[in-house]
C-alpha cells in the first residue's frame, strides 16, 4: 500500500521535523502554512524561521501553500500538527472533502468544546472512515529528531495495512517505527502525559525532589492505565515506549513545553504570564480541563488530574494542592 501524495498541515516544531523524516523517503511534498509572510521567509533563508533553525531543506522539493483547500485537494496523505486548540480554526477555511482522504493526526491533544481526541473528531466532524485514519505516538521531541538523535515511534491505525506503510515510510537510520491498534488509547495516553508533565514541572518549580518525582510518575502511569481501561478497554500493554515512554521524556526532559510551563506555575506565575512568556503551546493546559471534563462520564480516580486542574483553572496554591495530592501516594 502506498501513501500517495503527502501534505504537512502545521508550521510548528513537531511538523518541521515530521517534514524533515518524510522528505528523506519522498521525492517531494506540499507543506500547508497558515501565514503567507513564514512561507516567504521559510524559502528566503531554507528552514523554518522559527521552530528547529538548524534544520535546512532542499525548498525545491517543497511546495509551500497558505490555502488548506489546496493542500487537501492536491495530496493523499495529510498530516495534521496543529496545536489542538487552533485545529478548529483551520478547518473552518475548509471547502474541499476529506472523506476520501487519509489522515494522519501527530497532534497530541484533544479538540477544546468537543472533548474528542482528534482521530474521534475527524471521524465524527468529517466521516473519515476509521481505516483512513492513523496517529503518530512514541517518545519523541523534535529538537532530537532534528540532530537525527535515535527516536521510536509507534503508528496507530485499525488499518494495519495503512499503519505499516507510513511506519516503513518514517524509518530511517535513526528513527525505529513499529504499529500498533491501539488508536484511541495512544491518543488519550498523549494527552494524558501532558497533563501528568505539567504536574511534575509544578513539582519542580516547588522544589521537589528526583524522589518524588519518580513517585509522581509511578502513579501517572497507574492512573493512565486506570483511565484507558475505563473509556476504552481493549488489551495494551501500558509500559510499551508508547505510552510510558512518552510519559516519562515529556515529564523529564527540559525540551518538554508542558514541564516547562508547569515549572513556571510552580515559580509562583500566572497561567497568562507562563503562556506569554513560554510563546509556545503547552497542550496540557488545555488537555487537562478537556481531560477533567470528560472524566465525569468515566469517574475514573485520578488524583494527579484534579491536582492539574484545580491549580490552572480553581486557582488553587501550587504548594497546597501538591502536599494533598503527596499525601495520597504510597
Avoid at 510519559?247 to 515559580?267: D, E
Amino acid at each position: 500500500m502506498e501513501t500517495g501524495k503527502i501534505a504537512i498541515m502545521g508550521s510548528g516544531s513537531w511538523a518541521t521535523a515530521i517534514a524533515k523524516m518524510v522528505l528523506e523517503k519522498v521525492p517531494n511534498i506540499t507543506w500547508y502554512m497558515r501565514r503567507t509572510d513564514a512561507i516567504e521567509s521559510f524559502k528566503r533563508l531554507e528552514h523554518n524561521p522559527s521552530y528547529l533553525t538548524g534544520v535546512h531543506f532542499d525548498i525545491h522539493r517543497i511546495h509551500f501553500t497558505a490555502d488548506i483547500n489546496e493542500a487537501v485537494r492536491d495530496n493523499d496523505t495529510l498530516i495534521f500538527v496543529t496545536p489542538s486548540p487552533y485545529l478548529k480554526s483551520h478547518l473552518r477555511k475548509l471547502k474541499e472533502k476529506l472523506s476520501d482522504k487519509y489522515i494522519v493526526t501527530a497532534i497530541k491533544g484533544i479538540v477544546p468544546d468537543e472533548d474528542y481526541v482528534i482521530s474521534e473528531y475527524f471521524r465524527q466532524a468529517y466521516n473519515i472512515p476509521d481505516d483512513h485514519l492513523a496517529v503518530i505516538g512514541g517518545p519523541s521531541h523534535a529538537e532530537e529528531v532534528a540532530l537525527d538523535r535515535l527516536t521510536y515511534l509507534t503508528i496507530g491505525s485499525v488499518s494495519q495495512e495503512y499503519a505499516q506503510a507510513f511506519a516503513s515510510m518514517l524509518a530511517s537510520s535513526y528513527v525505529k517505527t513499529k504499529t500498533s491498534d491501539d488508536i484511541i488509547g495512544i491518543e488519550y495516553a498523549s494527552v494524558l502525559k501532558n497533563v501528568y508533565a505539567i504536574a511534575a514541572g509544578i513539582c519542580n518549580g516547588l522544589k521537589y525532589g528526583d524522589n518524588f518525582q519518580s513517585v509522581l510518575m509511578a502513579n501517572a502511569v497507574q492512573e493512565t492505565d486506570r483511565f484507558l481501561r475505563a473509556v476504552y478497554p481493549i488489551p495494551r500493554n501500558v509500559y510499551d515506549s508508547v505510552y510510558i515512554g512518552d510519559l516519562l521524556v515529556t515529564g523529564y526532559s527540559n525540551f518538554s513545553r508542558n514541564r516547562v510551563f508547569g515549572t513556571m506555575i510552580g515559580k509562583g506565575y500566572s497561567v497568562k504570564s507562563a503562556q506569554i512568556e513560554m510563546e509556545m503551546i503547552a497542550e496540557g493546559y488545555y488537555g487537562t480541563a478537556c481531560m477533567k471534563q470528560l472524566n465525569k462520564h468515566f469517574h475514573v480516580n485520578m488524583p494527579i488530574l484534579d491536582a492539574v486542574y484545580n491549580i490552572l483553572y480553581e486557582r488553587i496554591s501550587p504548594a497546597i494542592e501538591i502536599k494533598l495530592l503527596t499525601d495520597s501516594f504510597r
